[in-house]
């Protein structure tokens, strides 16, 4: 073997650094950046007030409604907003649309607890909601914290009213309540998935009666007062309501230094806004490059907002048609950057993880070439010249970015809607942001991966190749 210098054996390496080594002078880039994804978490606890909050900030940018058939130029912005819960956002490229979109797609649904259609009753004088958990929820954890609600309630006339409680200073707030230490011989037996369960998971709303002796359910009428009082809704009206429990505190930074934020839906609202900044950011494109925001992918991408539905598609080809391009030509040219959470490696759960292939928090845009579980089942996996395309177009923009798996193999395992714009016909990678205490209510993520992230959508969206 010939010698050789040191560095000349460093560069044969694949090294995983923290971006503090690597890119140091982003990382003041990265606190200011974040401070407007911080107000993006506080604005969009849920899918709605995430569209509802996208869309102003499409409005202010110049974004005009989508209308089928509308002229459209290069450098045009476009949008649409679909069922109120998911954002489309497009600016037009000066190729011809046959030479691919450039696609950035993240989910704004987030793990969460659902009222169910009949939720209200009264026990012992509390009044409770019950709820029914949303996505992968470790139930233990929902407990003994403050919760907010937040929802939309549709009434018997065909009016709505939004309801937001708990979020505003001396709101009251809600929680779900646990069996005192002293008395928990019995819990503490129990497994952890089953030391609280789906029925434990009921919402303490009140504690005071109405004043009618002669009336039952006093608490429960009390409730129902005040909520017609407030919003003009009865008990009907829960069964076409769509209210969601979430926690009740902010998005805080996290440590002496700064580095991190703790908040309630990073996942996926941290690939979300990153990528919805960047496409509005984006002016003048080579190829079109349209920014998704889907709901439903906690819960498997079913139903009319998730992208099994054909609606992000369908935007696609009404693009191509205005455009009068070949929709079918357009989907085979075109690029998805799938962006979801991942799990950054947690060194006090170091048995979840394998070093070598982890993705930790701190050391930039995470690559997933693959993700399923029990032997790859049920993945995307994106063809290696893929992956040569995108590390060689970060690489190109300084971008710091990290490749890996989700944790050891035979632990679990995860998927994302990356195989679902894949099966379309749309070359689709995964990336995202690593998170610690991925689902929880406070999860943590490092504020240099949401600029990486940012970084690596911005640069996806003005690529020329
Ligand atoms: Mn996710
Ligand atoms: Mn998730």
Redesign the pocket.
Known sequence: MANKTANEWEALLYKNETVADTAPDSLAAAQEFCEGYKRFLDNAKTEREAAAYSERLLLDAGYKPFEPGMALRPGDKVYRIEHKKCVIAATIGAKPMEEGFHLGIA?IDAPRLDLRPVPLYEDKDFGYFRTHYYGGVRKYQWVAIPLALHGTVCRADGTSVDICIGEKPGDPVFCITDLLPHLSAKQNEKKLPEGITGENLNVLIASTPIADKDLSDRVKLNVLGLLHQAYGITERDFTRAEIEVVPAFTARDIGLDRAMIGAYGH??RVDASPALMAEINTKAPAHTTVCVLTDK??VGSDGVTGMNSEYAYAFLKQLCAAAGADEIAAFRASKCLSA??TAAYDPSYADAFEPNNGTYAGRGIAIYKYTGSRGKNSTNDAPAELVAYLTRLLDKNSVAWQIGEMGKIDLGGGG?IAKYVANRGINTIDVGVPVLSMHSPFEVVSKADVYMAYLAFQAFCTDAE
Do not use: N
């Open positions: 989910h996942d996926d992918e906690e979801d959470v994302t």
